[in-house]
């Protein structure tokens, strides 16, 4: 296979140029990590908060998932993949931030909206069903599956899954104490504007000020 082989030729040239090079942040990573921050993105092929924040191994502990949603806290027997890592980072690892990393043309968010999951779907309409009282919120709003209402809906749900995390007592207790932040971003694949939600102006609010200009590949695009 193609792409096999490409990605094991990757990992040469990372070990050759990345892992081996004298100051490899892995010389101090072998046997801990102790990121500050946890990232809860989408499993989008294009929103790896790694490449999109230039982070290096150990700086953040990342969960992705279909539509990068919190689901709220449920102490029962079932199997909670996200709620055990945000167990492991805010207990164990002490992260001081969680960030949830939205974006813009979601696949998730728009099967959600249009209800395009197939008869095949054992899984994916059950998950994305932590949303479904966002679905109905912004439908009712927009009256149409627009792309309008698919960004609104993709924001919203950062909020939700914002409003999800505090239902996990620890993660409340630590938010009320001040050793945690947690923070709802979203990325614009479009424009590659980074947008943050401002509590007090309860807007998405570019994170880099001024804003900054538009790549030349896309002001051509937009010609
Ligand atoms: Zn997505």
């Excluded at 892995?26 to 092929?45: K, R, W």
């Excluded at 993709?154 to 996990?168: G, Y």
Aim: with cysteine.
């Amino acid at each position: 296979m193609k792409e096999i082989r490409k990605f094991i030729n990757g990992f040469k040239e990372f070990r050759k140029e990345y892992y081996c090079r004298d100051d490899s942040p892995f010389l101090e990573l072998q046997d801990h990590q102790a990121p500050s921050t946890m990232v809860i993105a989408c499993s989008d092929s294009r929103t790896d908060p790694s490449l999109i924040l230039q982070c290096e191994p150990g700086e953040i502990f990342v969960v992705r998932n279909i539509a990068n949603i919190v689901p709220p806290y449920e102490p029962d027997t079932k199997l909670h993949g996200v709620s055990s890592a945000l167990e492991y980072a805010v207990k164990f690892l002490k992260v001081q931030n969680i960030i949830i990393l939205g974006h813009s043309s979601c696949g998730g968010i728009k099967s959600l909206m249009a209800d395009e999951i197939s008869e095949e779907d054992e899984f994916i309409s059950r998950w994305l069903s932590v949303l479904s009282s966002v679905r109905e919120k912004v439908r009712a709003h927009y009256q149409s599956v627009s792309v309008e209402a698919c960004t609104a809906c993709e924001m919203a749900s950062i909020l939700h899954s914002l409003n999800n995390l505090l239902t996990f007592p620890w993660i409340a207790e630590q938010v009320e104490n001040g050793t945690l932040e947690i923070h709802g971003w979203y990325f614009d694949l479009k424009d590659g504007h980074l947008l943050s939600y401002n509590d007090e102006s309860r807007l998405f609010e570019p994170l880099t000020l001024p804003i900054l200009p538009l790549c030349g590949s896309v002001v051509n695009q937009t010609e």
